[in-house]
């Protein structure tokens, strides 16, 4: 893909290309702030990252020397891969980032610098595309459906809107900003991209309608300042990725660095459940009332966020990491593989709103029951800890053990997970 940039079909396998100034903008503006040593250590190549390499995936057909950078062992027969630019499922994305970054980590280890910047190139281009405004909705690329829901002007009325969305000739800059390590192995690190990705792509659907608007609107200083807020987004995943390879390539870790990733709060995470980072219908419950799963919040009612709020010992506390969830609707969490041992939450009902319910509130991993607690509305909030050692897949159940399904507010609150 493409990010913020123009598109245009080739005749031969119907697929999208781009090419622009915003993927190389975006990559020169993450690298600008990498630490001095890293900058030293790429030498000639950190330029040809920005210059190049960032552009890999988008031209696996006409530079054919690179494109097998861009290419994964599994699928052997696929030149042009649709997983570096549109983000699908999470199993099948992580897979992606892990595997790349671990051919640009053993590229380094291995005195390959070219070899690994080029790999890093294609790490960069695939943030960049999942944070791109003109890839925020699924299916529709090309914004014909939302094209329905939002009719343009005259002028933009036959006009497909992705290229106008993303295209652009700008600067982007993050001064300041200082990357932030993902992990020390390459499972952890590449799981933990994968959540920052979904933060910048929760980012850019907030500029999508904007830009549109902009564009409709004949605003081109709008719709720059929409598509930088994305674009300065990107950068900082980006930056963060490209530090967190080097860091691994050379294995060179702060020691307060290490310290700050022992412990991963989940409670902002997005399960398995909220395909495509929405709930879809089907994940929607009835009880305590019609609604979904929520970070940070508790309906009341299901029309009015209030804080999560807990029993703890003789005093309630409020909680911000936590998730509200409904009855028999399950939050799946992928883990990655040899880097978690332990994960606790704590779980209770809303001392108020949930005074009268009755829930089981149940851990499992990869199917099996870890470790479950069944707890009234009157109680105190009840600390879960399990072994997570070799799981894949956390899940967190709630079933109703009561009569009045009605207050069961039930709540996770700070789920974490503990480093092994």
């Known amino acids: 893909m493409k990010h913020f940039v123009t598109f245009f079909v080739f005749a031969v396998p119907s697929l999208l290309f781009g090419w622009g100034q915003p993927h190389h903008a975006i990559t020169r503006g993450a690298l600008e702030v990498l630490p001095m040593w890293q900058k030293e250590a790429l030498g000639g190549e950190l330029k040809?990252?920005?210059d190049n390499y960032c552009m890999i995936p988008d031209n696996v057909f006409t530079d054919k020397e690179n494109a097998k950078y861009?290419?994964?062992?599994?699928?052997p027969n696929e030149v042009y891969l649709k997983i570096l630019h549109l983000p699908t499922q999470?199993?099948?994305?992580?897979?992606?980032?892990?595997?790349f970054m671990e051919k640009a980590v053993a590229a380094w280890r291995e005195g390959r610098q070219g070899d690994a910047a080029r790999y890093m190139g294609t790490v960069c281009h695939q943030?960049?595309?999942?944070g791109s405004p003109s890839h925020t909705v699924p299916g529709d690329n090309m914004f014909?459906?939302?094209?329905?829901?939002?009719?343009?002007?005259?002028?933009?009325k036959d006009q497909l809107m992705h290229g106008p969305i993303e295209n652009g000739d700008f600067t982007v800059s993050i001064e300041g900003y200082k990357p932030a390590l993902l992990g020390t192995t390459v499972n952890e690190a590449a799981w933990r991209l994968m959540h920052r990705v979904h933060e910048e792509?929760?980012?850019?659907r907030t500029t999508t309608v904007p830009i549109m608007q902009a564009l409709y609107a004949g605003d081109q200083e709008a719709v720059v300042r929409h598509q930088l807020r994305a674009a300065e987004m990107d950068a900082k995943v980006v930056a963060d990725a490209v530090y967190t390879i080097l860091c691994l390539g050379m294995q060179r870790f702060a020691a307060e660095e290490q310290e700050m990733l022992k412990e991963v709060p989940i409670g902002a995470f997005f399960p398995l459940e909220a395909a495509s980072l929405y709930y879809p219908q089907a994940q929607f419950f009835s009880a305590p009332n019609w609604g979904h799963a929520r970070s940070g919040v508790i309906l009341a009612g299901g029309n009015?966020?209030?804080?999560?709020?807990?029993?703890?010992g003789f005093s309630k506390k409020e909680f911000q990491n936590g998730v509200s969830a409904g009855m028999g609707k399950p939050l799946t969490f992928l883990l990655p593989k040899d880097v978690y041992g332990r994960f606790r939450v704590l779980a209770g009902l809303h001392p108020e709103l949930g005074e009268k319910g009755r829930v089981e509130f149940t851990v499992s991993g990869d199917g099996k029951v870890l470790t479950s607690v069944t707890l009234n509305g009157t109680d105190n909030a009840k600390l879960m800890e399990c072994d997570v050692s070799g799981v894949t897949e956390l899940q967190l159940g709630?079933?109703?053990?009561?009569l009045d399904g009605k207050s069961n507010y039930a709540i996770w609150a700070e789920p974490t997970l503990i480093k092994k």
């Open 48 to 50: 040809q990252l920005g």
């Open 90 to 99: 999470q199993p099948e994305y992580l897979e992606a980032m892990r595997y």
């Open 304 to 312: 009015k966020a209030v804080p999560l709020e807990l029993c703890v």
């Open 398 to 402: 709630l079933t109703s053990r009561g």
């Open 201 to 204: 792509i929760i980012n850019a």
């Open 144 to 156: 014909t459906l939302l094209q329905q829901f939002l009719p343009p002007s005259e002028v933009m």
């Open 70 to 75: 861009a290419k994964m062992e599994s699928v």
């Open 127 to 130: 943030i960049e595309d999942y």
